[in-house]
């Protein structure tokens, strides 16, 4: 069964810049499997960030970029500010048609 | 504007059926490229896909659910169902419905998601 890895947790200071990953647990990703960022902050619903690897939503904001390093897909948040506080999903598509969600990474700024 | 709402049982027995129904507007599931999807979160915990149908009523569902879920669509009334067999509490989760178009994948409109408790 495929496991998609996130960090647990990340703690930033505002300005700061912090990536997160999203890996498999046997693999590499890849662009192949459509890479996309969620953010959730506690109560409300997903919102998506990127798709496509590194393709920003409608009105995210630019310091929201999305790529892939090494074997893994990051999200990197350039000046991280109060309001990104929130928990970050990655989901990738493991084939016709499958998604699966990470565990997903709970971003503190403070 | 494009919303999405999904409705069914606040509570089910162990062993039983949950029948979830996601009413949408703004959007036809007869226009190409539109899909809708099932996405769950038990309380505390991650984002899981259950299933998905699209535009031309193909269906797909997570594999490690595949043989207790049926997802149907109903165009006149624009309402996607989703039928969960054998409920167990570990099924214990806010359901949403999200859309996604075929052009992007990304679930880009979400409903607010129904809590739905499986206790006896």
């Known amino acids: 069964q495929t496991v998609v890895t996130q960090e647990p947790s990340f703690s930033v200071s505002p300005g700061e810049t912090v990536t997160l990953t999203c890996g498999l647990s046997?693999?590499?990703?890849?662009?192949?499997?459509?890479p996309t960022w969620y953010q959730q902050t506690p109560g409300q619903t997903p919102r998506a960030l990127i798709y496509n690897t590194n393709t920003r939503s409608s009105g995210v904001p630019d310091r929201f970029s999305g790529s892939i390093l090494g074997n893994k897909a990051a999200l990197t948040i350039t000046g991280a500010q109060a309001e990104d506080d929130s928990d970050y999903y990655c989901a990738l598509y493991m084939g016709y048609v499958n998604w699966v969600f990470g565990g997903g990474t709970k971003l503190t700024v403070l | 504007q494009v919303t999405l709402r999904e409705s069914g049982p606040a509570l089910v027995n162990p062993t039983q059926t949950l029948t979830l129904t996601c009413t949408f507007s703004?959007?036809?599931?007869?226009?190409?490229?539109?899909?809708v999807n099932w996405v769950r979160q038990p309380p505390g915990k991650a984002l899981e896909w259950l299933a998905f149908?699209?535009?031309?009523?193909?269906?797909s569902y997570s594999p490690s659910l595949r043989t207790r879920l049926t997802i149907s669509k109903d165009t006149s009334k624009n309402q996607v169902v989703l039928i969960m067999t054998d409920m167990d509490p570990v099924d214990t989760a806010t359901y949403f419905c999200a859309r996604n178009m075929m052009t992007t994948g990304a679930f880009d409109i979400w409903g607010q998601g129904t809590m739905v408790t499986v206790s006896s």
């Open positions: 703004g959007l036809s599931l007869t226009t190409g490229g539109v899909c």
């Open positions: 046997s693999g590499s990703v890849s662009a192949d499997e459509y």
């Open positions: 149908i699209d535009w031309d009523d193909n269906k």
